[in-house]
């Protein structure tokens, strides 16, 4: 920086040091990767999103780091590879790779110069930094876009010639809803569709050292594996840390045996190729608690009610407690439907039989045997699982009942 005035230098340096402090690095990185989400939805599911923050958080300190010299060379963390392989397995276009560096270095050089605009009065100062600061950050970029499309090259032509590619397309062909042969989907996989299934989302913390992280998830994946009782295993590499798994049980595991540094997203053990996708759907969004809440392990069954609630139990969720819950009291019949109304009057007014046949114009004792049908449909007292039992027969009253 030896050719910048005395100003110009000192605000750079300043800006440098003010930058690497966390909390700063924090707001920026969200900053910028916020509007590349915001252009590239796909971006925004958890374990990728955590690999786009920690790619940018590299690149930034590069930058940083480039300023501070009088030339740059691009040598990106390894972070950013990780991103650019990662996204090399799920399938994405080289297109959207470059997007992710456009729409990040556009939001980029607006923290830039707004920041210049708020602290810098001098107009010739702000002006001598804001063009010593453009052309060596484009450079940077310039320099690691090359290596990242290299990077990305190298893992998607390793990728569509294995067998993981085949697998992986696989799955996605049964998540997505295509019409496959339960037979051909099972030995492409080399794991029976047709199982009960239980699905569980793995992922290592930042902190953990590179060399540790498969040794790390394998150990997890077979630990939450015997723990649900599974006869046969598929697990997928999702990101540089991270694991996608389903497993041919349905015991409940005790995630708190897992080892400190791993986090997990359960969803519930379903049958079929249906319940392949409805198990992934619980998992996936257990793993949307988890990112929000910080979480190391979270069962979809305990989270079940506020998944629905914010509405990201996935498209199958409320169809899934409807018929877990009621059974046969969610049946399309006139019985059904009195019943059902029934056992909404009588929970409504706190079980008093008397209050709920005043609302439906019955007699209390036809209340009553009204609700000792409902509890044989149920195979329990309606009061027990209460709050689940009453937001499945809202469900219904709304939305009709399934078929």
Do not use: K
Not at 257 to 285: K, M, N, Q
């Amino acid at each position: 920086m030896g050719h910048l005035s005395a100003p110009a230098r000192d605000w750079l340096t300043e800006f440098s040091r003010n930058a690497e402090n966390e909390r700063m690095l924090d707001a920026m990185v969200a900053t910028v990767d916020d509007a590349i989400v915001t252009a590239i939805p796909a971006m925004s599911e958890p374990l990728l999103r955590a690999e786009l923050d920690a790619s940018t958080r590299a690149h930034w300190r590069g930058v940083l780091s480039a300023i501070t010299r009088t030339s740059s060379t691009a040598s990106p963390g390894e972070e950013t590879h990780d991103l650019a392989r990662t996204m090399a397995r799920r399938g994405f276009e080289i297109q959207v790779l470059l997007g992710v560096y456009r729409f990040g270095q556009n939001a980029a050089w607006e923290v830039f110069t707004g920041t210049t605009a708020a602290e810098i009065d001098d107009v010739q100062v702000r002006s001598e930094v804001l063009l010593y600061f453009w052309p060596r950050t484009t450079d940077w970029l310039d320099n690691a876009i090359e290596e990242m499309i290299g990077t990305f090259t190298a893992e998607r032509e390793q990728w569509q010639r294995g067998a993981l590619a085949r697998q992986a397309g696989a799955v996605e062909a049964v998540l997505s809803g295509q019409e496959v042969d339960a037979g051909e989907v099972s030995a492409a996989l080399g794991y029976p569709v047709t199982a009960t299934h239980t699905a569980y989302v793995l992922w290592v913390d930042d902190g953990v050292p590179d060399a540790d992280v498969h040794r790390l998830l394998e150990r997890a994946g077979l630990a939450v594996h015997r723990a649900v009782g599974g006869e046969h295993r598929l697990a997928l590499r999702t990101g540089a840390r991270s694991l996608r798994c389903w497993s041919a049980g349905s015991a409940t595991p005790d995630l708190q045996d897992l080892a400190p540094t791993v986090r997990c997203a359960l969803g519930t053990a379903h049958p079929g190729i249906d319940g392949f996708r409805r198990s992934e759907a619980e998992a996936a969004a257990a793993l949307e608690v988890a990112q929000r809440t910080g979480r190391r392990a979270v069962a979809y069954e305990d989270a079940e009610l506020a998944c629905l609630a914010h509405g990201i139990a996935g498209p199958a969720g409320a169809r899934t407690l409807i018929q877990r819950e009621l059974g046969e009291l969610a049946a399309p019949t006139d019985s059904a439907a009195r019943l059902r109304e029934t056992a909404l009057a009588f929970l409504g007014a706190g079980g008093d039989a008397r209050a709920a046949g005043e609302a439906l114009v019955l007699h209390p004792n036809t209340v009553r045997y009204r609700i000792r049908q409902i509890e044989q449909l149920l195979g329990h007292p309606i009061d027990e699982r209460r709050v689940h039992v009453e937001l499945a027969l809202h469900c219904v009253r709304t939305f009709g009942p399934i078929s």
